[in-house]
């Protein structure tokens, strides 16, 4: 079974512009998680998605957004970037229930310049 | 909020054993995961415990106390390969994982 896919897997944007992520969850998973992941910070839960509807969201300004598509993959955006954003960005998927084993992508590696 | 602590290093020798541990103070729990990560790569899930006591999977066992908020992972037979960052995930009362700083393992030959 092919695990999560993240595109693009690099990418340098400068302040001010705007960002699409996109995820691709194992086949059959209906939940997918985003986080952001920086040095000094760690793991930071950003939302989760499940048929297509946030059921949970972290700490983050509304710059950063995110959907789901009706075949369970997701994009994530960020709209005015700023210099602290740049970090790896994961995204998780699992079949459904809080207690199943989250599997993470490898990442989407943002340089905000 | 969500507080797991976990230390921020430790070194080992190459074929000996290491305990890391995890302390949490969360709003609720429904399950206690490890993963490894390994630098510029994504987390690799090791193992999850919901219920008290020691779950063993080849050289890795977690162990779980949920009247202290303790978890350990103990990590058996060390290889190099084992050098990376092992990070503790508390699911407490929602769809969410809240993850420790990390742990970073180095194995020395």
């Known amino acids: 079974k092919a695990g999560v896919t993240q595109t693009p897997r690099y990418l340098i944007k400068t302040r001010g512009q705007q960002v699409t992520l996109s995820c691709s969850p194992i086949?059959?998973?209906?939940?997918v998680s985003w986080y952001q992941q920086t040095p000094g910070q760690g793991l930071q839960f950003l939302f989760e998605?499940?048929?297509?509807?946030?059921?949970n969201k972290g700490n983050f300004p509304g710059r950063f957004s995110g959907r789901q598509f009706s075949n369970s993959r997701s994009e994530m955006n960020v709209s005015t970037l700023e210099l602290g954003d740049s970090a790896l960005y994961l995204c998780a998927s699992s079949r459904d229930s809080y207690q199943e084993t989250q599997y993470f992508g490898p990442g989407t590696r943002l340089l905000v310049l | 909020g969500q507080n797991i602590d976990q230390p921020t290093e430790m070194t080992a020798t190459e074929g000996a054993i290491v305990q890391i541990n995890c302390t949490y103070q969360t709003s609720g729990f429904n399950g206690l995961f490890w993963y490894q990560q390994h630098a510029g790569e994504a987390p690799t899930f090791l193992s999850y415990n919901v219920l008290d006591g020691l779950e063993e999977k080849g050289r890795f066992s977690s162990f779980l106390s949920r009247s202290k908020g303790y978890s350990y992972l103990l990590l058996k037979e060390l290889q190099m390969k084992d050098s990376a960052s092992y990070l503790c995930a508390v699911n407490a009362n929602d769809y969410k994982l809240s993850f420790g700083a990390g742990t970073t393992v180095t194995v020395r030959a």
């Open positions: 998605y499940f048929s297509e509807t946030q059921r």
């Open positions: 086949s059959g998973h209906r939940s």
